[in-house]
């Protein structure tokens, strides 16, 4: 059973910092990229950040480059998001997703699998 858990949300002032987790089971974690996404109360799920197997590319939405740095250990099957520098615009629903082999990785229709999301709240 595949299983990728979130945590590290919780509420937080305007200008601090989080930092997000997601474990990974029941696959090869190395055989997949992974992507932080979030989705907003009324808004669609939007790509945050996304981390090749290797670490090799990174990319991020233009919304949080320079702010939010993505990360992987695959020794312990987990993905990391560290988020500086928060604003209220950057409250959502966080979730961890893998994906295989796709040139599309912005697109959450392109994910294999997804955690349950953990909450962001930026009071400012």
């Known amino acids: 059973q595949v299983q990728l858990v979130e945590s590290g949300g919780g509420l937080v002032q305007a200008g601090g910092s989080l930092r997000l987790s997601c474990v990974v089971s029941?696959?090869?974690?190395?055989?997949?990229?992974m992507g932080w996404f979030r989705q907003a109360p009324g808004k669609e799920r939007e790509f945050v950040a996304y981390?090749?197997?290797?670490?090799?590319?990174?990319l991020y939405a233009d919304s949080v480059k320079g702010r939010f740095t993505i990360s992987r250990d695959n020794a312990v099957n987990s993905v990391y998001l560290q988020m500086n520098s928060l604003n209220p615009e950057d409250t959502a629903v966080y979730y961890c997703?893998?994906?295989?082999?796709?040139?599309?990785?912005?697109?959450?229709?392109?994910?294999?699998?997804w955690g349950q999301g953990t909450q962001v709240t930026v009071s400012s």
């Open positions: 997703g893998a994906v295989r082999g796709s040139s599309t990785v912005r697109d959450p229709g392109s994910y294999a699998y």
């Open positions: 981390i090749s197997w290797r670490s090799a590319t990174i």
């Open positions: 029941g696959v090869t974690f190395i055989g997949y990229a």
